[in-house]
């Protein structure tokens, strides 16, 4: 094994080795640069669909009107619910 490791050292390296940390530092730097575009652009995209929201929310005011309750078989009452076993 140390005969293959003598060997291994009178090697030269390759030239693309050299290069390679520059390359990877820039890939990173690169990366890092399109990570903050991204973060700012969702924030922007919250603040205008939030202040969308607000604004259509305020301009459009309709009055609110409870629904009445669904009852097919008979009226509907709230303090006699067994009335749909009554006969009738």
């Given amino acids: 094994m140390n005969e293959e490791l003598h060997i291994l050292n009178r090697i030269g390296l390759p030239a693309g080795l050299d290069a390679l940390d520059d390359r990877v530092m820039?890939?990173?730097?690169?990366?890092?640069?399109?990570?903050?575009?991204?973060?700012?652009?969702?924030?922007?995209?919250?603040?205008?669909?939030?202040?969308?929201g607000i604004v259509v929310g305020s301009a459009i005011s309709e009055p609110a009107v409870a629904a009445s309750p669904l009852s097919p078989f008979?009226?509907?009452?709230?303090?006699?619910?067994?009335t749909l076993l009554e006969s009738q």
Avoid: Q
Wanted: a positive charge; hydrophobic letters at 55%; glycine letters at 12%.
């Fill in 74 to 82: 008979g009226p509907a009452s709230a303090l006699a619910p067994s």
């Fill in 26 to 52: 820039g890939a990173l730097a690169v990366r890092r640069r399109e990570a903050m575009a991204t973060r700012r652009l969702m924030a922007l995209a919250a603040f205008v669909s939030l202040g969308g």
